[in-house]
């Protein structure tokens, strides 16, 4: 069984830095599973920050956190990594990490139809 773990979440100033951690477990055939991370501010909907494909590494990223936000993987610790710099107030939110089977990195990124989520690790943006 697919298990997600997210961690790296915490408080950080504006214009501060974090990187978060999804790890990995349960995957066969992990060559054909895509890994991305989404978001939740308070009162909005998730949202597709960024993903990537764990076979050849193809990856999407939002217009909100292009230029800032970093995805990549470690296949052999079955880890994603999403690097966030110069985060904003409206990065807050809670991030969850989700793994797509066979599916697209922009198709796993525009939908929340992913069987498997992690239990979200939560990002405040705040001075």
């Known amino acids: 069984q697919v298990q997600l773990v997210e961690s790296g979440g915490g408080l950080v100033q504006p214009g501060g830095s974090l990187r978060l951690s999804c790890a990995a477990s349960?995957?066969?055939?992990?060559?054909?599973?895509?890994i991305g991370w989404f978001r939740q501010a308070p009162g909005k909907e998730r949202e597709g920050v960024s993903c990537?494909?764990?076979?050849?590494?193809?990856?999407y990223i939002a217009d909100s956190v292009k230029g800032r936000f970093t995805i990549s993987r470690d296949n052999a610790q079955n880890t994603v990594y999403l690097q966030m710099n110069s985060l904003k107030f409206e990065d807050t939110g809670v991030y969850y990490c989700?793994?797509?089977?066979?599916?697209?990195?922009?198709?796993?990124?525009?939908?929340?139809?992913?069987?498997?989520w992690g239990q979200g690790t939560q990002v405040t943006v705040s001075s």
């Open positions: 989700a793994a797509g089977f066979r599916t697209p990195v922009q198709d796993l990124c525009g939908s929340l139809a992913s069987s498997y």
């Open positions: 349960g995957f066969t055939l992990a060559d054909y599973y895509a």
């Open positions: 990537i494909h764990l076979y050849d590494g193809d990856t």
